[in-house]
């Protein structure tokens, strides 16, 4: 019954427009957004590099963004508070639980994943299409645009991937946010918070909204790759 | 007549294997070749060098009067040689983005790239193909489709690997009626292939792998 009550409680405080909440959903979608569209063309072209060039080390380079999918964004939170620390090497920037820190984490935090897919997408393209590219007089420039909307969705899919691991995230945030009531308190922040405090309507509504941001991002990708879900792949 | 194309020494290992050593080859401006051989001998592989695609060994190379090297590929000889793959891809656009590719790559205006690719597909059958969607269209129809967008570069030397393979009854024959007009156009072709139509086209040149060494008939 209180969960019940809870979630009653949490539709009220979203239809209400309170505004500490939207406050908060903002805040989030602002840094997680920012971090995604500072890493995404980095990621992407180290991603298409490291697919289409041999090089010494290339091998070491994929099992390092594959290894750092699996590092714990606290860990990175850590690492990040001892840079941005005012004894820290980077202390001057003075980013230590401002938004700014949040997007240098969200940065750091979507980088693998955006590599990792876009590495996979990139060597799953069919190698005919970088040939004919190259053969029909194209520029490497324009031989990589032409693979990365060759293989647009998995490069789409791995966007999603990274938006959804750095809205969901809670460790960096916290530990380089600090949790600031209108300054870097972020979804999940909030809810750690909230839920420690036994506040869980407004906890409750912060989490419907993240599966509300999720339901229409993906909504949003099947749009955009319009036929391919259309047949199942094994008939 | 003149000779476009012409290599001495020319070898390609891989690893320790030496696939081919080729004393010397001889393209002449505007004529045709077959180039023959058993599964292996490094037919596709030698289209692929003359394209650019594998790395291999001159002695010494002259394209069209200028003696270049072959390793960087030169930019002369990719803007002067176009390749159609045994099994050609189409890039995820439409048929007409698809021929007009190798155009836009050389900064070419929109007026005359609309031209040339309406041009290209009237020669290759492919009007109707206008609005199919590339990656729905049958085997014939994507090697005409990648013929036309090889033509349409007006290359001084096609590359042709197995154009009829995989194809039979009307998609074969529509390829085949294809290739004479290619080399009544003035560029140079040479064709990897099994397909005795092919091989048997009049005022076609012989040309043939065997044991890593080329061998050269002209034409009967």
Redesign the interface.
């Known amino acids: 019954m209180q969960l019940i009550q809870a979630v009653r409680d949490a539709f009220a405080l979203l239809l209400s427009g309170d505004p500490v909440l939207w406050r908060i959903i903002w805040i989030s979608l602002k840094t997680s957004l920012l971090g995604l569209l500072l890493a995404t063309p980095l990621a992407v072209g180290c991603g298409y590099a490291i697919a289409s060039h041999a090089f010494t080390g290339r091998r070491v380079l994929i099992w390092l963004a594959q290894v750092s999918l699996s590092l714990p964004t606290v860990l990175i939170g850590l690492l990040l508070y001892l840079l941005l620390s005012r004894q820290g090497p980077m202390g001057g920037l003075g980013w230590l639980f401002t938004q700014s820190g949040i997007v240098a984490g969200q940065v750091v935090i979507a980088l693998p994943v955006l590599v990792a897919f876009t590495l996979a997408a990139v060597q799953g393209a069919d190698v005919r299409l970088a040939e004919t590219a190259i053969t029909l007089g194209a520029s490497r420039w324009r031989v990589m645009l032409t693979l990365l909307h060759e293989v647009r969705f998995g490069v789409m899919a791995a966007i999603i991937n990274g938006f959804g691991r750095v809205i969901s995230e809670v460790g960096c945030a916290m530990m380089v946010g600090g949790n600031i009531a209108g300054e870097t308190r972020t979804i999940t922040t909030a809810i750690a918070l909230e839920t420690s405090k036994g506040e869980f309507a407004q906890g409750i509504a912060l989490g419907i909204v993240l599966v509300a941001i999720a339901l229409v991002i993906n909504a949003g990708l099947m749009v955009l790759q319009g036929d391919a879900h259309a047949a199942p792949a094994v008939r | 007549m003149n000779t476009l194309l012409s290599i001495e020494g020319l070898k390609k290992r891989f690893g320790k294997r030496l696939l081919f050593d080729i004393d010397r080859l001889e393209i002449e401006a505007g004529a045709a070749y077959v180039l023959t051989g058993a599964n292996g001998a490094g037919k596709s592989t030698l289209l692929r060098v003359l ?3 594998e790395r291999a060994e001159a002695a010494r190379l002259v394209f069209n009067g200028a003696t270049l090297h072959l390793v960087p590929y030169p930019r002369a000889m ?2 002067a ?3 159609v ?1 045994q ?3 189409m ?3 439409s048929v007409p983005d698809n021929i007009a ?2 155009l836009k ?2 900064g070419m205006p929109r007026e005359e790239i609309s031209k040339r690719v309406d041009e290209a597909m009237a020669w290759a059958g492919i009007g109707h193909l206008r609005d199919s969607p590339p990656q729905t269209l049958s085997g014939g129809e994507k090697q005409r489709v990648a013929l036309a ?2 033509r349409v ?1 007006r290359p001084k030397l096609l590359l042709l690997d197995e154009p009829t393979a995989n194809l039979d009854g009307a998609a074969r024959e529509a390829v085949i009626a294809l290739i004479p007009t290619l080399m009544h156009a003035g560029s140079s072709v040479v064709m990897a292939c099994h397909d005795r139509d092919l091989i048997h086209l009049p005022g076609v040149h012989r040309l043939k792998l065997r044991e890593g060494r080329l061998e050269m008939r002209s034409a009967s």
């Open positions: 394209c650019g695609l990719r803007d040689i176009a390749y793959h099994h050609p891809v890039f995820a656009t590719y190798g790559a050389r967008r090889a570069l």
